[in-house]
């Protein structure tokens, strides 16, 4: 940032003795006139072109090209540049003072009767011309407060009408007091009806050059009338700015474009540039007096800027700038004040009109850029109708739009800097562009920015086209195996669209990609060599796709691990289980799949019961229960009758019978869970009663040696 503001530091110095350099130069044709106008000097150039002549021919000849000066020699040319450039300024400020004090020695006069005639005109034009327009302001301030009560609260078009309406209702009071000015130079004074000396016109254009300046300040703070202010500052503030702004304006206004002129015709030309002295200085002095008045506030306030910013980039930049803008700014003023001292008729308009140049580029793209920002901090609401069909549409145009947004405001600085440089002449970026290499250049930047543009378009569209061929709500319902295979086609059209798009925009900005196409292939060779596990994954993955084992939504056993699956690549399985736990399997670990939905399902009832019921009665049971699921809602799934209840084995406790439901494919639980509580429950009914763990007691027989002593 040191670097930064020394080399403003030099800029700043160097540009007066640059504008006093060229403006040193005499003019071609000046010299050229004055040449022609002397006999003796016409006939020496005519005999020098002569001589001339053949030599200049020789010498183009022999030496087609100026040979290159050294840098030691362009280093001495041009701090001798800048030595006389500096020199002929303080020449020029001496002048300057020279003229400014022979008005008030005596040493410049003017006739006393064009003086009073001169008062008398000017008198009357004053008294009419501020008079008028100091009464329609106050009629108008009624008006404007009204307008702007009526649009407080309001915004869009309503606010932006009325701060135009007001701005109308000013400029017609600056208009019409300009004509009546004109009505009473023309009818009053001591011309003749009908006739208006050049003075008085003078003085009625600085009134509507000046007025029409400070109206554009007064409608951009609005000090009266907060309700319309569009620039974000406090009352205090509103009022402070504009009213120095109009004092400024209106100092150097009447100075410049009245005060001066009027002396150079009446007076002379020294007591003109004398005031046009004393209103540069004053005006310079009483900005840098404003500029350390604001430091404070100013710094304050960008600091605010870089705050609601996060301090990112742009924010600490603003940050610093905050720490040293009034220096900047003091530099800046002065180097003006000398400039203008050294050449006010070519430096002072140039420094004028690239600072207003660049004041352009900065407010313009500071709209562009806080009407980004705005936008992104918004958001991007799509209507109900299409959220219901493409429920993820906006989630994606989010995610895109502030990366986009955020290159788009990165483009708009860059603008903004060739603006600035391209008004103060540091560099001639409208030649370079217009030049072949320029174009060449901004054509293929374009052409690349395009590419990548079109590539996030069309992602957006076949990601929005799958999502809406995949929503329930619209069409036909998509089936898991196109659930699977369109998931699949997104994944991997997104990456040939990625890689297709990038090449092609290295291709627009004259790449060569024929060797990254290579080094990528032996990139792809070593990869496959020294990552086979992951080979392994994509090439089960894609033998798995092809014999439609499993898919999106079905419930399978893959790696010891069961569950539903909830998403499929071409490396790998995303399992869930009944514990909500994800799985994540690689295709590679997958040796078997059971695919517990595919075509219908069963659902197997096995039951157990003691030995001492009725097995018919269990049966019909059983029987019974299904009957009753039938008789729910579940019977939509059912494909078929029960099947019989059978007998399937023993135990030391129960007998275990078995029945089966057939379902459709996945549908088999909810009626399973129905079956087996109804079956329990009419088994409590009908007293069938489940196997329970029994202790039977056998005493056992006497010891044998206890017999043996009972028989004696």
């Not at 701090?79 to 020695?105: C, P, W």
């Not at 974000?232 to 402070?240: N, T, W």
């Amino acid at each position: 940032m040191r670097f930064l503001f020394l080399l403003l530091a030099a800029l700043l110095f160097l540009a007066p003795a640059q504008a006093q350099q060229a403006a040193s130069e005499p003019a071609p044709a000046e010299e050229l006139i004055r040449i022609l106008e002397d006999d003796n000097a016409r006939a020496d150039l005519i005999e020098r072109l002569r001589q001339a002549a053949p030599e200049a021919v020789d010498d183009a000849a022999a030496e087609p090209a100026a040979p290159q000066l050294s840098i030691a020699r362009q280093l001495a040319e041009y701090t001798r540049s800048v030595a006389e450039g500096a020199s002929a300024t303080m020449g020029s400020f001496g002048k300057a003072l020279g003229n400014f004090q022979d008005v008030f020695t005596g040493g410049l006069n003017a006739d006393g009767e064009v003086l009073r005639n001169l008062a008398i005109n000017i008198s009357i034009v004053i008294a009419g011309l501020f008079g008028s327009f100091f009464v329609l302001r106050l009629a108008t301030h009624a008006l404007t407060r009204r307008i702007a009560a009526d649009a407080q609260g309001k915004g869009g078009m309503r606010w932006l009408g009325a701060l135009l309406l007001v701005g109308l209702i000013d400029a017609a009071s600056i208009v019409i007091a300009w004509g009546l000015g004109y009505v009473l130079a023309l009818n009053t004074g001591v011309n003749p009806s009908g006739q208006m000396g050049i003075n008085q016109s003078l003085l009625l254009n600085a009134f509507l050059v000046v007025e029409a300046g400070k109206l554009v300040f007064r409608l951009a703070l609005a000090p009266r009338l907060p309700s319309l202010r569009p620039l974000p500052v406090s009352d205090e503030s509103a009022a402070y700015w504009s009213f120095w702004t109009a004092r400024l304006i209106s100092l150097v206004g009447y100075a410049f474009l009245f005060v001066t002129p009027m002396l150079n015709g009446v007076v002379s030309r020294a007591a003109g540039s004398a005031v046009q002295v004393l209103a540069m200085a004053t005006a310079i002095t009483i900005a840098i007096i404003i500029v350390l008045q604001s430091k404070n506030d100013v710094r304050t306030w960008l600091a605010g800027i870089s705050a609601r910013r996060n301090n990112d980039g742009i924010g600490r930049a603003l940050t610093a700038l905050g720490q040293h803008w009034h220096v900047l700014a003091i530099a800046y003023l002065l180097t003006l004040l000398v400039v203008w001292f050294a050449n006010p008729e070519t430096a002072l308009p140039f420094m004028l009109g690239a600072s207003l140049q660049s004041l352009i580029a900065i407010a313009v793209g500071a709209l562009i850029v806080a009407f980004i920002g705005r936008f992104v901090s918004a958001g991007l609401t799509l209507p109900d109708d299409v959220r219901q069909r493409l429920p993820l549409l906006e989630t994606r145009l989010r995610a895109f739009v502030p990366g986009v947004m955020a290159v788009v405001r990165w483009v708009v600085i860059f603008g903004v800097l060739v603006a600035i440089g391209q008004a103060w002449a540091l560099f001639d970026f409208a030649g370079w562009l217009s030049s072949e290499e320029g174009l060449l250049v901004a054509g293929s930047v374009v052409s690349a920015a395009l590419i990548l543009l079109v590539a996030i378009v069309l992602h957006v569209v076949v990601a929005s086209w799958i999502e809406y061929r995949l929503s329930p709500k619209v069409g036909r319902v998509a089936t898991a195996r196109e659930k699977t295979l369109l998931n699949l086609f997104k994944n991997a059209f997104t990456v040939a669209l990625a890689i297709f798009a990038l090449m092609l925009a290295l291709a627009q900005i004259g790449v060569n990609i024929a060797p990254l196409i290579a080094g990528a292939g032996v990139v792809g060779l070593a990869i496959g060599f020294g990552a086979q596990k992951l080979v392994q994954d994509i090439i089960t993955g894609i033998f798995i796709q092809f014999e439609n084992v499993m898919n999106e939504g079905d419930v399978v056993e893959a790696a010891g691990r069961s569950g539903t699956v909830e998403k499929l690549t071409i490396r790998s399985v995303t399992i869930r289980d009944m514990s909500g736990t994800i799985h994540l399997i690689p295709f590679s670990s997958v040796d078997q799949v059971s695919n517990m939905v595919r075509g219908f399902s069963f659902y197997v009832a096995d039951v157990e019961v003691a030995y001492d019921n009725d097995i018919e009665a269990v049966k019909q049971a059983m029987r019974d229960a299904f009957e009753v699921v039938m008789q729910s809602e579940h019977k939509t799934v059912i494909l078929d009758d029960l099947d019989p209840p059978v007998l399937v084995a023993f135990t030391q406790t129960s007998m275990k019978l078995r029945a089966r439901i057939k379902t459709l494919a996945g549908q088999q639980w909810g009626a399973g869970r129905l079956y087996s509580e109804t079956v329990w429950r009419l088994f409590a009914e009908r007293h069938i009663r489940k196997p329970t763990p029994r202790v039977s007691y056998v005493p056992g027989l006497p010891a044998p040696w206890n017999a043996d002593e009972g028989g004696d």
